[in-house]
């Protein structure tokens, strides 16, 4: 049966809210759009498949004045929500204090109307050049740590996410979205079971959106870890080259990067439903993967007829 879930972005004005969205809508060409962004008024909405669900999702314009409709008008808004992706911009430490009152007016809402609201908030504007920034890595920790004391009756995923970026946005939504179905959890052992039979570095599976449906990576060092995001970005563009030529002769491509990784990407039909997986490895283990292949596309499979 096909569910319609309600999703709600929120957080202040500026934090990126609708750029986390239209990043979404455009992964292969979006940064020029960002700029063009305006503040947005009121409520916009998205629309999005991902597997059996629909989502909407309620992008909250976060200036004061919606705001405060909101707050006064939180049955109307805040009704019925399945997921609240609550954006903290993390270059504007300023308006931490501001942004937590916002989250604790809808958090008070969700308590007072006993609604059970899982929570990912995102540290958002974690540009790639700031990681390991030490004054905002302290920022995070100091942020989640207030959050997680205030509301322990809440069940909230912790995310760092970047427009220039793109995965971690995908992951955002990913995680998100997972926290729906059971048969997620089932999913991600087999990756983690199969990691270590192909010997790899990671393993990912996408829907035909180039949502990451379940991804597992294996202990690596932070220069490879680099690279393979380098090398799954490449795989999200293939595959979208894949989807659009639905006569694209072939259901996978291989590629080689720097001679030290090999990279696998492998498209699989099922019904009329589209995923692509994703793996990398050691170019000296590439046989046990190309080897094992079939066989874990086999026990995928099952796994996902499920979720379709
Ligand atoms: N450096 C950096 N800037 C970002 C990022 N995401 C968004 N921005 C910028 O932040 C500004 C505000 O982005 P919006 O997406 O319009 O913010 P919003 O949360 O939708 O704001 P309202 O609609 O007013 O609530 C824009 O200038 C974006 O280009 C990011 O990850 N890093
Ligand atoms: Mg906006």
Redesign the pocket.
């Known amino acids: 049966m096909e569910n319609l879930l309600k999703i709600i972005i929120s ?1 202040l ?7 986390i969205l239209t990043a979404l809508d455009k992964k292969y060409d979006f940064q020029k759009d ?2 063009q ?1 305006k ?2 008024i009121r409520v916009e909405y998205h629309k999005m498949n991902f597997l059996k669900n629909n989502s909407i999702f309620w ?1 909250m ?3 004061d004045q919606y705001r405060d409709i909101y707050i006064n008008y939180q049955d109307v808004y805040f009704d019925a929500t399945d997921l609240l992706i609550y ?1 903290i911009d993390i ?1 504007d430490p300023e308006r931490f204090e501001n942004s937590l009152e916002y989250l604790d007016a809808i958090l008070t809402f969700f308590t007072e109307s006993k609604m059970d609201v899982p929570l990912i908030i995102t540290f ?2 974690y ?1 790639p050049d700031l990681r390991g920034n030490e004054e905002i890595l302290k920022d995070i920790d100091e942020l989640r740590t207030r959050i997680l004391d205030n509301y322990s009756n809440f069940k909230i995923l912790f995310q760092q ?4 970026d793109i995965i971690s946005i995908v992951q955002l939504v990913s995680y998100g979205l997972s926290v729906f179905d059971e048969k997620f959890f089932e999913l991600s052992e087999l990756l983690e079971n199969y990691i270590e039979v192909f010997k790899s570095q990671a393993l990912l599976v996408f829907d035909r959106n180039g949502i990451i449906i379940s991804e597992y990576y294996s202990d690596i060092e932070p220069e490879v870890y680099v690279e393979l995001l380098e090398s799954i970005k490449e795989h999200l563009f293939l595959l979208k080259r894949m989807e659009e030529e639905s006569t694209y002769e072939y259901d996978h491509d291989i590629s080689s990067i720097e001679h030290t990784l090999f990279s696998y990407l492998h498209r699989l039909n099922l019904g009329s439903e589209l995923f692509f997986i994703s793996a990398v490895t050691k170019e000296s283990q590439k046989d046990d993967l190309l080897i094992n292949f079939p066989e874990f596309l086999e026990d995928l499979t099952q796994i996902l007829k499920e979720l379709i």
């Open positions: 957080g004005d500026n934090a990126g809210k609708t750029s960002i700029v962004l503040p947005t992008d314009g976060g200036q954006v270059q958002h504007k540009d996410t970047s427009i220039y």
